[in-house]
């Protein structure tokens, strides 16, 4: 078969799929062959920035058709090796771009959008920061060269800017003039936390009113927006409604049974609107249409609800698993540089996570001392002690003109009531470290050479400010609590284990500084001697590429409880209590109906198990209750 001749990376290629819009060559691949493959690169080949597409579990390969089956419906996605925006001949579904940090999704993003916008396209990003960056960007490609109109691109944020904010209101006043948009830009909270419909729904033949939550119906409907962005992984979903847990009094009838739509409606004038307890707010269309959503899902939920936790308000939650439909007529793309350790499952297909390293550049992990502790153990003048590896490397690194990122805690105690994304304690140590180093040199720009954030924060993830920088410092012992990994799996439908969802942080984390630019090189890792042994082989492997992925033996477990009857917010709690304990495990899927006494320190408790607005010692019974189902007794020591 004939290859194309490649151009010069100057020449100005014409995209044939759209408006005849200009684009720049070097995202187009003119040398490529008709012939049907399995792997298919589709970014930036000078950059030795790869992303590939693979067979995920399942899926058979269909080379006479060109196709490759999805495991998760009779979707195609068409593999023709053309890497001028290969994912134009996705088809519908839900699918996980999994491509190495830094390897230019949003600006893959940016010129698919600049070709499909009157395909209609929905772009979610995490922070306002990034929403500004790609609005700016396509209003001078598309809306400053007269391609589009000035309103067929909008961004609806919560800022005070004059232009925002009439385009904010103008959206509550009426929510349907969204439909009509073209190219319309959110950030992750304000998808899962409005009304989903008037987001996803392009040029409706007719008026589009609230929503009641049936996912499957909505995707499967013709006027949708073809192109569903999510720039990088959703995490902290919000609720999209919340209700007072009293409510359900006034919506159950006389027989105990959850009353009609209308009855709901009817009990909510008389007893909860106007009052303090009432939810909702009554000054524009999107808050009726809000209310009128939460109220005709209160039918469907009704059952799950009485069998919660009773001492918390009802929460209605949109999630991404419900994005994922059979039969759905619109494409999601989740854009995750660790998708294939954090949104590894059979329910997506996945795009990249090729046979080769994702990153080509020679880290080293090198260990450092620490001789404190968070909470209890911690000690100020050891801490300080502590950072002084932290300031020779630094003045190392200084004179051979390298920065340095240091992350340490947000806090000495592990319980924060600091805000989002401030730090007293990162405060005084960055202004101990400028003071220490001062001591030694006087140059007044020494702070160009380094930076300290704390983990947690913003710039963790989704940040480019420190791809200079050649070392990152990993300073005291920090883990994701296990509840967030188990919200995490609970919204995606994934079975992350603990370890794998902090790898996920620490890798993203890492990503941060120059590793990220794909252009080799020598870059270090220093890390306090507090970090396990394993985890930190475990990060090593997976930048060489030979980390394997382990099976979360926990889904074996939540399996048994559910059996037994045990409640889902409980199970979750269990399970962990297994994982950590091989005996325990044995025990519950044995079924055994001996009694198996586990024995555990009350701390230890502590940092499993969450409380009941405080109450450890209600959670506690909760638990002993649960347990009793299994035959196991709880012994503090």
């Given at each position: ?12 290629a ?93 600006t893959e ?74 190219i ?10 409005n ?34 962005f999510?720039?990088?992984?959703p ?21 105990n ?46 059952l ?24 759905m ?21 996945l ?31 050891e ?41 007293l ?91 990220r ?23 090593e ?15 074996d ?71 009793s ?9």
């Open positions: 078969m004939k290859k194309k001749k490649l151009k010069s990376v100057k020449e100005i014409t995209c044939q799929n759209c408006c005849a819009q200009p684009v720049e060559e070097k995202y187009i691949n003119n040398n490529y062959s008709e012939q049907a493959c399995s792997e298919i690169i589709i970014e930036r080949r000078n950059e030795h920035r790869q992303i590939r597409v693979r067979r995920a579990p399942g899926v058979k390969d269909n080379s006479q058709n060109n196709v490759v089956t999805t495991p998760c419906s009779s979707q195609l996605v068409n593999v023709k090796k053309n890497k001028a925006y290969q994912l134009g001949n996705l088809s519908h579904g839900f699918y996980i771009v999994d491509s190495a940090c830094g390897a230019g999704k949003t993003i940016y010129h698919f959008i600049i070709q499909h916008y009157n395909e209609g396209v929905l772009y979610c990003v995490d922070t306002i920061e990034e929403l500004h960056k790609m609005y700016d960007s396509l209003r001078r490609r598309l809306v400053d060269t007269k391609i589009i109109q000035e309103d067929d691109i909008v961004m609806i944020t919560s800022e005070e800017d004059v232009n925002l904010k009439m385009m904010r209101q103008s959206y509550q006043a009426d929510p349907t003039i969204l439909c009509e948009k073209k319309l830009l959110l950030t992750h909270v304000r998808f899962f936390s009304l989903i419909n008037f987001f996803l729904v392009y040029r409706p033949k007719s008026v589009e009113t609230y929503f009641d939550a049936d996912f499957r119906t909505l995707l499967s409907r013709s006027d949708l927006r073809q192109w569903i999510f720039d990088e992984t995490m902290w979903i919000q609720p999209f409604s919340t209700l007072p847990r009293s409510s359900l009094g006034i919506f159950t009838d006389n027989n049974n959850c009353k009609s739509l209308g009855g709901i409606i009817e009990s909510y004038r008389k007893f909860l609107k106007g009052t303090p307890q009432d939810p909702f707010k009554h000054s524009t269309r999107l808050d009726l249409l809000k209310k009128e959503t939460t109220l005709s899902i209160v039918p469907t939920m009704y799950r609800w009485i069998s919660e936790d009773k001492s918390k308000d009802i929460q209605i939650k949109f999630k991404p698993i419900d994005l994922n439909q059979p039969h007529r619109t494409r999601v793309l989740v854009f995750e540089g660790v998708g294939d350790l954090l949104l590894r499952s059979n329910q997506y297909p795009i990249g996570n090729s046979s080769t390293p994702k990153y080509n550049a020679n880290i080293s992990f090198c260990p450092i001392p620490i001789s404190t502790k968070r909470n209890d153990g911690y000690d100020e003048k801490y300080m002690q502590s950072l002084d590896s932290v300031i020779k490397i630094i003045l190392d690194h200084y004179n051979r003109k390298e920065r340095t990122l240091i992350t340490i805690w947000q806090s000495s105690e592990k319980i924060t009531t600091q805000a989002p994304n401030t730090s304690f990162r405060d005084k140590i960055k202004d101990y470290i400028r003071g220490r180093i001062q001591d030694v040199i006087t140059d007044p720009n020494i702070e160009h050479y380094f930076d300290v954030i704390y983990y947690g924060e913003n710039k963790c993830k989704s940040c480019n400010d420190y791809r200079d920088f050649s070392s990152i410092i990993l300073f005291g012992k920090w883990t994701i609590p296990n509840d967030k990994v188990l919200e995490h799996n609970c919204n995606w439908g994934t079975d992350v284990s603990s370890k794998e969802f902090n790898m996920w942080f620490f890798v993203q984390l890492i990503c941060r500084i120059g590793i630019n794909h252009k080799g090189g020598e870059f270090r890792v220093y890390y306090t001697n507090d970090f396990s042994p394993a985890f930190i082989n475990a990060l492997e997976y930048f060489k590429g030979t980390y394997i992925p382990q099976k979360n033996e926990g889904q477990i939540c399996k048994r409880l559910l059996e037994v009857g045990i409640k889902r917010e409980i199970r979750e709690y269990v399970t962990l209590l297994a994982m950590g304990n091989p005996e325990l495990k044995t025990h519950i899927l044995n079924s055994s109906l001996s009694p198996y006494y586990l024995s555990l320190k009350k701390e230890e408790l502590r940092k499993i198990l969450p409380t009941d607005n405080g109450n450890f010692s209600r959670s506690k019974k909760r638990l002993e209750k649960a347990l189902k299994l035959s196991v007794r709880i012994v503090l020591n």
